[in-house]
């Protein structure tokens, strides 16, 4: 559990990173600062502090999420929790789920393979999100996709870190 506490941290840490590059004023920063109308003014009068806390928060609470998504292998264990058999060690139940345990536990468990999963979820579930805020909010589509942008690496980061590094 505190390994899985720990690549979460480590995702949030690799969240906020991408985001001081990604709306650095030089990169995206400027073209979102123009296609959402915030002024120079209101950027410096923000909470930095604040914002940067509620992110690495919300960064850890996705990552966490994350980990479901990019790691297959945790479905098998979940599914035969309450059989009784698992609580048998001599059962043929227990035997037939450590077989595929140990055999398959690694099995696509490299970053492409999490970053992949990362890039489906930001298609599937970040653009849908900010496409639905953005239309509301009578922004245009380089309000949402630069949005989007920084989503897609984030997501593509978070699961290649947690295909990669976590256990079971």
Known sequence: MTHFLLISIYCSIASLIVGYIWYHPKIMGKALQAASGITDQKIKSANMGLILGLVF???FMLAMAMHSAVIHQGGLGSM?????????????????YEYL?????MNFRSFKHGALH????????????????????????KYIFVHWGYWAIVLMLIGGIICQWSGL
Do not use: C, W
């Not at 058999?85 to 059962?91: E, G, I, L, R």
């Not at 890039?119 to 245009?140: D, Q, V, W």
């Open 101 to 105: 345990s140990s055999t398959y536990k």
């Open 118 to 141: 990362g890039f489906i979820m930001s298609l599937f579930f970040a653009l849908p999100l900010i496409g639905t805020i953005g239309l509301y909010e009578r922004k245009n589509g």
């Open 80 to 96: 035969l929790q309450d059989v009784p058999a698992m609580k048998d060690k001599t059962s043929e139940t227990f035997k037939a």
């Open 57 to 59: 928060l919300f960064n």
